[in-house]
T-cell receptor, first 113, second 115 residues
Framework: DAGVIQSPRHEVTEMGQEVTLRCKPISGHNSLFWYRQTMMRGLELLIYFNNNVPIDDSGMPEDRFSAKMPNASFSTLKIQPSEPRDSAVYFC???????????FGQGTRLTVV | TQLLEQSPQFLSIQEGENLTVYCNSSSVFSSLQWYRQEPGEGPVLLVTVVTGGEVKKLKRLTFQFGDARKDSSLHITAAQPGDTGLYLCAGYNADSGGSNYKLTFGKGTLLTVNP
């Protein structure tokens, strides 16, 4: 298996633009997590899905953030409009719900200027 | 909110030294996981501890889960430059409904092992 695949690896965008981050989880995993990592706040859980259903989005900072999982093999995290304070590394991870052992993608480094 | 406090935040040592890093919480967890993250990469799972008092060894790394399942420690013997990285602990627990689980991370310990 190729592991969790995220795209793009790097994204530089101007303030106010829409940004879409993509994730392909490991086949067969039934939980998917979106995290954001910064030096100040560490690794923060934004939202997670079980069986494609959003379970807890309490970590989503604002209404500018939204996430979808239309099927078991694809998820997106969208920021609209983007702001400089959204600059961070965004990770997607997947796991079997029962074990909780998370496998992470390589992350998307987002820079909003 | 389930918070995991890791200490120390930064640790710089010489090759060959021993070290211990800690992960503490006021919450009880179903399991606790340790990850290592290298620059430009995502965290990689090292070990999962499930039972209170459990000790697991991974070569020179020894992981212990507290008896009350609220805290954990990672001890590295004879550290090597290849051990350099961000060490993260994560607690796995059910939500209030009991049917959905989530993984909550501490902020990590950034370890540098100098040759």
């Amino acid at each position: 298996d190729a592991g969790v695949i995220q795209s793009p690896r790097h994204e530089v965008t101007e303030m106010g633009q829409e940004v879409t981050l993509r994730c392909k989880p490991i086949s067969g995993h039934n939980s998917l997590f979106w995290y954001r990592q910064t030096m100040m706040r560490g690794l923060e859980l934004l939202i997670y899905f079980n069986n494609n259903v959003p379970i807890d989005d309490s970590g989503m900072p604002e209404d500018r953030f939204s996430a979808k999982m239309p099927n078991a093999s694809f998820s997106t995290l969208k920021i609209q409009p983007s702001e400089p304070r959204d600059s961070a590394v965004y990770f997607c991870a997947s796991s079997f719900r029962v074990t909780g052992k998370a496998f992470f993608g390589q992350g998307t480094r987002l820079t909003v200027v | 909110t389930q918070l995991l406090e890791q200490s120390p935040q930064f640790l710089s040592i010489q090759e060959g030294e021993n070290l211990t890093v800690y992960c503490n919480s006021s919450s009880v967890f179903s399991s606790l996981q340790w990850y290592r993250q290298e620059p430009g990469e995502g965290p990689v799972l090292l070990v999962t501890v499930v039972t209170g008092g459990e000790v697991k060894k991974l070569k020179r790394l020894t992981f212990q889960f507290g008896d009350a399942r609220k805290d954990s420690s990672l001890h590295i013997t004879a550290a090597q430059p290849g051990d350099t990285g961000l060490y993260l602990c994560a607690g796995y627990n059910a939500d209030s409904g009991g049917s959905n689980y989530k993984l909550t991370f501490g902020k990590g310990t950034l370890l540098t092992v100098n040759p």
